[in-house]
């Protein structure tokens, strides 16, 4: 017997009216210790249009390089409070935003450290499947050691990398499709 998946099984249409409870865009309320950043962007289709009903998750390390998970066993501090995990459901112009603090470097593949990111899961309409990607900091000089980033072909590192708009403020887009698209892994 083989299982196909059929239009009933997408995600969708309405995402947002099961996950509203979920929302959490301040992943570091204050006292939590870091470079506070504002992240904000929109998930657009192949044609450039806002995709209204998409939700977008982050993971992210602290500023020491420690998530707030049972698993990261490393010896560094953790303030009460940081959570590193949000949602946010885009609005009809297909913008999301989180209020955060930037990452320190944590251990990658190898033991290797990696640049300060924050991991990216974007869940929509129509997609069995949530789109994985990764947000890195604009003039990080560990990007260029990075070994994930260093996967990525050079020319299309730019996807991945938010734009400083102002201080405390970068812009990250998701790219559905065409020559700009945001790149993708597969996990």
């Not at 509203?20 to 506070?36: F, M, Q, S, V, Y």
């Not at 946010?88 to 290797?112: D, H, L, Q, Y």
């Not at 560990?142 to 990398?161: C, E, H, Q, Y």
Request: charged share 20%; hydrophobic share 40%; with cysteine.
């Amino acid at each position: 017997m083989s299982l196909h998946a059929t239009p009933s099984q997408t995600v969708g249409p309405y995402l947002h009216i099961g996950l509203t409870w979920l929302i959490t865009e301040n992943l570091a309320p204050k006292g939590i210790p870091g470079e506070r950043v504002l992240i904000q962007g929109r998930v657009l289709d192949g044609d450039g249009q806002p995709v209204n009903d998409a939700l977008v998750e982050i993971w992210q390390a602290n500023a020491a390089g420690k998530y707030a998970h049972p698993r990261d066993r490393q010896s560094k501090p953790l303030a009460d409070g940081f959570r590193g995990f949000g949602r946010s459901a885009t609005n009809r112009n297909g913008a999301f935003r989180f209020r955060t603090i930037k990452p320190g470097p944590v251990p990658g593949p190898g033991g290797k450290l990696q640049a300060p990111h924050i991991a990216v899961n974007v869940f929509m309409r129509g997609q069995l499947k949530q789109l994985v990607s990764r947000i890195y900091f604009p003039g990080e000089t560990s990007n260029a050691k990075d070994p994930v980033l260093a996967l990525v072909p050079a020319d299309r590192r730019a996807t991945l990398i938010a734009r400083a708009v102002k201080p405390g403020v970068q812009e990250w887009n998701v790219i559905l499709q065409g020559k700009a698209e945001t790149v993708f892994f597969d996990c």
